[in-house]
């Protein structure tokens, strides 16, 4: 075989540019590589202190089975994990016990603050819907730094809870628990406020919006069996099963009225979705589950206790409707409408600014 210069030249530099693209150093294919395994390794370390302060803030005891399947690793892959981080002082580790470190427990409370804090951010600041908050903040709580968490923090008014109604630790590492029960606590006829819906399982969580609760709103339980749970919330009649109630946590509060008693004290109350073409009504309130940007547009829209609409028309798909308010036409969907209560006028009235 003929040697060629030229092509003995062209392999070479192929080789070169091969190799550089591997070893590079920061950017190559193995600094990122490693990179990428440190940073896992990181977020596998933090998520783990998460879980354990969380486990034992409640009283519970962590263990190696639960620490694997929150990490969705293998036991032997925790195992290892669990003794770097005893090595970096943050666990005792002592037979079954898994005990938190003052620095493990420091490093727990950034992260849970960051994670409760970003959730609150997302609630107040972006149109992210309830069901994303959760997973949003699970993906940034590793990669805020302490100075951008109290930037937030005090971009947002120094929130004491997140959108679930869990507290958020201070930057001193202060936590006030809410102290709630579950619902599914309290015996029939009692009244009770809800301070915090659990987030997890996802399944869970999303029948819980779909019920359309939320921290601060005020419940009465009308009956309790082993196999459903019925309260009044928010104007309407809910009806759970145990497994899914129990991650309501409530404090018991002075009688809520009955529900027969509050229609009455409020004729004619409603969502304004509810209102029909030509029909006046008076607004009430908007729900504790209008936030942020949204109740900041309603407000300016004239949308406040007092404020007379009118339904005046609705797309030939029935959505949106048209609303006169405050001699504007504005057109709201009607989950929209369903955040603003409402007292029906029992006359067709004209609207008035």
């Known amino acids: 075989m003929t040697y060629n210069p030229l092509i003995a030249l062209l392999f070479g530099i192929f080789l070169i540019g091969i190799t550089a693209v591997i070893f590079w150093p920061e950017k190559g294919i193995l600094a990122r590589w490693q990179k990428t395994g440190h940073l896992s390794e990181r977020v596998h370390s933090e998520d783990a202190l998460k879980h354990i302060y969380k486990f034992e803030a409640k009283g519970r005891r962590p263990t190696l089975e639960s620490i694997a399947g929150i990490l969705h690793l293998s036991l032997d892959d925790t195992a290892e994990l669990l003794s770097k981080m005893e090595a970096n002082r943050l666990l005792n580790l002592s ?199 949204e109740r900041r547009r309603f407000m300016d829209l004239g949308i406040l206790p007092g404020a007379v609409i009118k339904a005046e028309m609705s797309s030939p798909s029935g959505e949106p409707t048209a609303y006169i308010i405050r001699d504007a036409l504005i057109a709201l969907r009607s989950e929209q409408a369903s955040l603003i209560q409402v007292k029906k006028n029992t006359k067709r009235t004209k609207t008035l600014s």
Request: with cysteine; hydrophobic share 35%; charged share 20%.
């Open 95 to 293: 037979g079954e016990s898994i005990q938190l470190t003052t620095a493990g427990q420091d490093t727990a409370l950034h992260i849970i603050r960051a994670h409760r804090l970003y959730e609150h951010y997302l609630a107040e600041e972006t149109g992210y819907d309830e069901t994303e908050w959760h997973s949003q903040a699970e993906r940034h709580e590793h990669s805020l730094s302490r100075e951008q968490i109290n930037a937030l923090a005090n971009q947002l008014g120094n929130p004491t809870h997140d959108p679930h109604g869990d507290p958020i630790p201070t930057s001193s590492g202060d936590i006030v628990f809410h102290n709630g029960q579950p619902l599914t606590e309290l015996p029939a006829q009692s009244s009770a406020q809800i301070v915090h819906l659990e987030d997890e399982p996802d399944i869970v969580y999303a029948q819980l919006i779909a019920e359309d609760l939320c921290p601060g709103m005020s419940v009465r339980v009308m009956e309790k069996t082993p196999t459903y749970i019925r309260f009044w919330a928010n104007g309407d009649e809910h009806i759970l099963a145990p497994i899914v109630a129990a991650n309501i946590s409530v404090v018991e509060v002075a009688a809520v009225p009955e529900p027969d008693k509050e229609d009455k004290q409020i004729p004619n109350s409603g969502q304004l979705s509810s209102l029909q073409i030509g029909e006046t009504a008076e607004v009430v309130t908007l729900s504790q589950k209008c936030r942020g940007a």
